[in-house]
């Protein structure tokens, strides 16, 4: 099986996953055989800087991958991996590797659009689709991607606490 998780950074493993699908900088290809990784591959999202709806699926789709992980995807994506016949799982937190785990067992969503990015590339007009502007949409992100970090920190804190 071929997994891509989202990633914040070129550090395979070890990277952060990336809480939005399409506007993450790169991608960690990780091939599993019987939950067993024998293969971790980075690529650079070439659309990182500015996409269109539907470009990064099917890019993803030129991987070869079986399943894609990540913090969160819109509407537009989650439907055109399921026509591809890719596994679309949203919730990912922590490191490329705890999303990996956290997938293969089990303790992730198929994938459910974010907030606010429910229609993205369903209307007509491309225009009115557009976010309001650039500025907002990165604020959006931002504010999406501090939500997941302040539960990566409540967890591990508990995390540490229980060892301490």
């Keep these: 099986m071929r997994i891509a998780v989202s990633s914040e950074q070129n550090q395979g493993l070890e990277s952060v996953a990336a ?11 990780v091939d599993v055989d019987d939950h067993h990784i024998t293969a971790v591959e980075s690529i650079a999202n070439p659309y990182y800087q ?4 539907g470009q990064v699926p099917a890019f993803i789709r030129e991987q070869g991958v079986d399943m894609m992980v990540a913090g969160g995807m819109g509407r537009r994506a989650i439907t055109l991996f ?16 705890r999303a990996l785990e956290q997938a293969l067992g089990g303790q992730l969503d198929e994938a459910e659009p974010c907030a606010g990015h429910g229609g993205h590339g369903e209307h007509s007009d491309a225009t009115e689709h557009e976010h309001h502007d650039e500025a907002s949409g990165e604020i959006h992100r931002l504010r999406e991607e501090v939500g997941a970090l302040r539960q990566q920190i409540a967890e591990a804190a508990s995390a540490f606490d229980e060892l301490a």
């Design 19 to 29: 809480h939005h699908f399409g506007r993450c900088p790169y991608y960690v290809i």
């Design 50 to 53: 500015a996409h269109r709806p």
């Design 82 to 97: 399921q026509q591809y016949g890719i596994e679309a799982y949203t919730g990912a937190a922590g490191t490329v590797r």
